[in-house]
């Protein structure tokens, strides 16, 4: 088993930009690593994967729930191309404080707008905009956040 400052120091060395306070828990895996730049306090629960073909970036104060993936790159959609092994990859662009639910997958071309929240098992296809709740497949805006959505905690 790895100490905290074995796992920061490996996550470091493979990653481009880790900011401070980021953890990944155990089966963090990626593509490239130097397409990756990650802010300060993100946390990543079991079983990670990004396949950084493009570029991931991840704001300050997000979240991952457990087998989250971002996939940035695809296969061509023309068979011809395909067969020959055509792929591309789109950046994929996470804000600041965002929460991202277990089993979400992330496309490639998606950006999740701050403070955003998306629902577990939601395969992310499309934006989303700032402050929102969003889920389902493929995931949607539900509604917004709002100041009803606050529970007193003050931490």
Not at 58 to 77: E, K, M, Q
Request: net charge neutral; charged share 20%.
């Amino acid at each position: 088993m790895c100490s905290s400052g074995k796992k920061r120091s490996l996550s470091a060395a493979i990653i481009e930009k880790i900011g401070k306070n980021a953890y990944f828990e155990p089966r963090f895996r990626c593509e490239f690593g130097f397409n990756i730049s990650i802010g300060d306090n993100f946390y990543a629960n079991f079983d990670c994967i990004i396949l950084d073909g493009g570029e991931v970036t991840i704001g300050d104060n997000v979240l991952f729930g457990s087998r989250v993936g971002i996939y940035t790159s695809n296969h061509a959609i023309n068979a011809d191309e395909r067969k020959a092994g055509a792929c591309y990859a789109k950046a994929v662009t996470i804000d600041h404080s965002v929460w991202v639910g277990g089993g979400v997958h992330i496309n490639q071309g998606v950006t999740i707008g701050d403070n955003s929240i998306i629902g577990s098992g939601s395969v992310v296809t499309k934006d989303i905009p700032a402050n929102m709740i969003a889920a389902g497949v493929p995931c949607r805006v539900i509604r917004s956040i709002t100041a009803a959505d606050s529970v007193g905690f003050t931490g």
